[in-house]
């Protein structure tokens, strides 16, 4: 009897125990973002986990990866396996490169799980975003991310101090018939007016340097200095450049040499701040000018949309972006922001349905990327998004890391119809020839990493123009040549040949 | 009795030139010594507007306190961090010192019959490691140590090169006969370590420890690598680097983000803010120096064998 009322006891503690098992059985998944400045997401994650409980069924963690931390954090938990990390950011520019890390078995394979579950997904993004994640990993072709929707073409544009530019005599349109090269009377007269402290040329020198000669960023090239050019068609960018589909020592072309040549001799003018041309103070220089408004033209990779933002309209001066070629879509800018699923997840299907749902549902979106509602904004009268200062202080994830910008309402700074004319706009750019094509550098890696570091040693104070190009690029060239350019650019361009006769 | 003591020091005294010289010298180098840190201290009180115009100089056009406003109004975060500093510093040092001379008080023990396999085990650490991934593994996966205060103190709690010089300490101020003597009047292990062979090695130990603190109170590599989502744990010198690294990594990365970096280096702190944090991280160390240094000089002057 005793034992009958042990074993019926036993076997009741089990039921209730399983029972509250059962309760609390959704799985956890994580996702680590990039670019972060999140201190408080208590109030969001609730919202969240009550949002996807049924949709997803699962419960989200949240790793808030900064732009100084992430690359260590991401490389580490995806090559150690950790099963902690589901989902992950990646694209052609962080550490975990999408292409390498696809390559190497890292990601999971996602065609499967789109045939599934993302019809949702499918429809909400372009196809083009959908082909530019289509490569050849370790399962073989294949989606191996998610690929965010966001400014997914490439356009460098003139920054222009335009209330400076009328103080001079000048319009806009004047302005817009010059080119690089007839720069010098615009500086003169500049430093003419504001004195001989005002340094009137605003650049980031890597970003000049493809302004100027036409060059765009090779996907798998060096990473803080490119090596290597391919030269755009400049007035049409579907169509082949000047030279062909073929990568040039990026600085051993005449382009280059014109461009160091003007650009030393603005240098020598007093045009160009010469703390620009040094590494370690070339950013914050520039920012701090930008906010103060204190630069007669500057440089801009431009994302569309940018004029409206706070940093452009708090600069208490008329700016202008004057581009330099329609946008294109190449590589680096259709691999920006994707979001993978690490191998090692132990929730693969929850975690992709939620990357499905947060890129193609609004609320999800909005909830993760502007917070909840009532706490981290509040809709104005035209329904737009105001922001509370206070609380988005403490929540701002990096919008175009999170996935799909496109199903964001617009906010009040952006005005109604700013999300519809911005899809508009990157919906129409073309793609490059080469579009598509990623350089896999692991059989040249050697050689890259030599070159890499010739390269820091000159490359940013040339394009900056404080280094003479009479005497210093003739030596930089003979550096490259001995750290084995050659066999660099060998391998770059067979591969980039298979590319195009492939396809 | 003071006459000759004056005539003592006569004989080894330089004359009045000389010692003019030397102090200069030394007080020029202690001056050099003393000057970057004069210099952050300028900084931090620097206006931004003056950094902006002419960059860092001793001389600012105008002044500020407005980086220790900004510090003060991180609020929560920045006590909380601060704290653990202290809480990481204390805990670890205290924790660490206690497994350095209870490693390798045995070692020097000749009496010890694995003496050679534990030298050994502690020194070959020393020439080759796990590389970060596996350590990584390890740590989190297998130990655990994942956004908790022990991810920040276990990790490194035992430094085979302290291990060493201790082991040496021991062997140059403590002669066996002492431990002998200690023996024959009947102490046991326990009683032989604490009360006769540690008082002879507080200099030793007070470097160790100084090493110790040194390590967990400029430790950010940790909180980097192992922190990801409780970031209540994390300490004061992480904070700073987060900063940093963010800065570093957009001015890097500024060509491939675009208008993004431009948006997310707006909510960079200031200079004058680094500079303000770097001074409250040094602050603390600088204080401790004093009271260490009393025994790590008393450790070079005081030997076992006294003339």
Redesign the interface.
């Known amino acids: 009897m005793k034992k009958l009322l042990a074993l019926i006891l036993a076997l009741a503690m089990i039921l209730v125990a399983s029972s509250f098992a059962l309760a609390e059985d959704l799985p956890t998944i994580t996702i680590?973002f990039h670019?972060s400045?999140v201190?408080d997401d208590t109030a969001v994650l609730e919202a969240v986990n009550a949002y996807i409980a049924d949709k997803v069924g699962a419960k989200l963690?949240?790793?808030w990866g900064?732009?100084?931390?992430f690359?260590?954090?991401a490389t580490?938990a995806l090559?150690?396996?950790?099963a902690?990390v589901d989902m992950v950011f990646t694209c052609s520019?962080s550490a975990d490169e999408y292409n390498t890390y696809a390559k190497n078995g890292y990601f999971v394979k996602l065609d499967d799980l789109i045939a599934e579950y993302g019809a949702d997904l499918v429809a909400a993004i372009p196809e083009s975003l959908m082909q530019a994640a289509t490569i050849d990993g370790a399962e073989g072709m294949g989606v191996y991310a998610v690929n965010g929707f966001k400014?997914t073409a490439?356009q460098n544009t003139w920054d222009v101090n335009v209330t400076l530019l009328n103080e001079l005599g000048y319009t806009l349109d004047d302005f817009k018939a010059m080119s690089f090269y007839d720069f010098g009377e615009l500086f003169a007269k500049a430093k003419e007016v504001k004195g001989d402290a005002f340094y009137p040329f605003l650049v980031?020198p890597?970003?000049l340097e493809?302004m100027v000669t036409g060059s765009v960023?090779i996907t798998g090239d060096s990473g803080?200095t490119n090596l290597l050019s391919l030269y755009l068609n400049q007035d049409d960018v579907s169509a082949d450049g000047p030279e062909g589909n073929v990568l040039l020592n990026k600085f051993g072309t005449e382009e280059y040499r014109k461009f160091v040549d003007k650009m030393h001799e603005y240098y020598e003018a007093g045009y160009v701040d010469p703390?620009l041309a040094v590494?370690?103070t070339?950013?914050?220089t520039?920012?701090?000018a930008?906010?103060?408004g204190e630069y007669l033209i500057g440089t801009?990779?431009?994302?569309y949309g940018?004029e409206y933002?706070?940093?452009v309209l708090g600069r208490g001066i008329e700016v202008a972006f004057v581009p330099c070629t329609e946008p294109y879509v190449d590589t680096?800018a259709a691999q920006g922001a994707m979001m993978a699923i690490s191998t090692a997840s132990e929730h693969p299907v929850e975690s992709f349905k939620f990357l499905a749902l947060l890129n193609s549902d609004p609320t999800l979106m909005t909830l993760m990327n502007y917070g909840v509602e009532g706490i981290h904004y509040t809709l104005d009268d035209n329904g737009l998004v105001v922001f509370d200062a206070d609380a988005r202080a403490t929540y701002?994830p990096?919008t175009?890391g999170v996935g799909n910008v496109t199903i964001l309402p617009d906010t009040a700074d952006e005005g109604a119809g700013f999300r519809e004319a911005f899809k508009a706009y990157y919906a129409s750019a073309k793609a490059i020839p080469a579009a598509g094509f990623a350089f896999d550098n692991s059989e040249v890696a050697n050689e890259m990493a030599a070159l890499g570091t010739v390269a820091a040693q000159y490359a940013l104070a040339l394009d900056a123009g404080a280094l003479d190009p009479e005497t210093t690029l003739p030596d930089f060239l003979a550096a490259l040549d001995a750290a084995g350019m050659q066999t660099y650019l060998d391998a770059a361009n067979a591969q980039l040949s298979a590319f195009m006769a492939a396809k | 009795m003071q006459k000759a003591q004056r005539q003592h020091a006569g004989l080894n005294a330089f004359g009045p030139g000389a010692q003019a010289l030397f102090h200069g010298v030394l007080g020029l180098f202690a001056l050099l010594c003393i000057l970057p840190f004069a210099f952050v201290i300028v900084i931090s009180f620097t206006s931004e507007d003056s950094i902006r115009q002419i960059g860092y100089s001793f001389a600012p056009l105008s002044w500020s306190t407005q980086a220790y406003g900004y510090v003060f109004a991180l609020g929560g975060a920045l006590w909380r961090s601060y704290f653990n500093s202290f809480l990481i510093t204390v805990v670890g040092t205290l924790l660490s010192v206690s497994i350095c001379v209870l490693y390798s008080y045995p070692l020097y023990r000749k009496d010890f019959r694995y003496r050679g396999f534990f030298n050994f085990l502690s020194f070959f650490t020393m020439i080759f490691g796990g590389g970060l991934v596996p350590t990584f593994v390890v740590c989190k996966t297998l130990l655990g140590l994942s956004d908790n205060y022990a991810a920040l103190i276990v990790p490194l709690l035992f430094s085979p090169f302290n291990v060493i010089v201790m082991r040496t300490f021991f062997q140059t101020t403590v002669p066996g006969e002492l431990i002998e003597a200690a023996t024959i009047d009947g102490a046991g292990e326990y009683r032989t370590l604490l009360q006769v062979v540690l008082p002879v090695v507080k200099p030793g130990i007070a470097t160790i420890a100084l090493l110790n603190a040194l390590a967990f109170w400029n430790e950010w590599f940790l909180s980097l690598l192992y922190i990801t989502k409780n970031m209540d744990v994390i300490p004061l010198q992480y904070l700073l680097m987060r900063m940093q690294r963010n800065a570093d990594f957009l001015a890097k990365n500024a060509g491939m983000l675009g208008a993004d970096a431009a948006k997310a280096a707006r909510n960079l702190p200031s200079q004058s803010l680094k500079m303000a944090l770097v001074v409250f991280i040094v602050v603390p160390i600088a204080c401790a120096y004093p009271f260490f240094q009393r025994y790590v000089v008393a450790g070079l002057t005081v030997g076992s064998v006294k003339g």
């Open positions: 680590m670019g400045n201190t963690e949240v790793i900064t732009w100084g931390d690359d260590e954090k580490n090559l150690s396996g950790d902690g520019w400014d490439t980031e890597m970003v493809r960023i803080s703390s590494a370690e070339s950013n914050d520039r920012t701090n930008q906010k103060t801009q990779s431009y994302a940018y933002s706070p940093d680096t701002s990096w175009n």
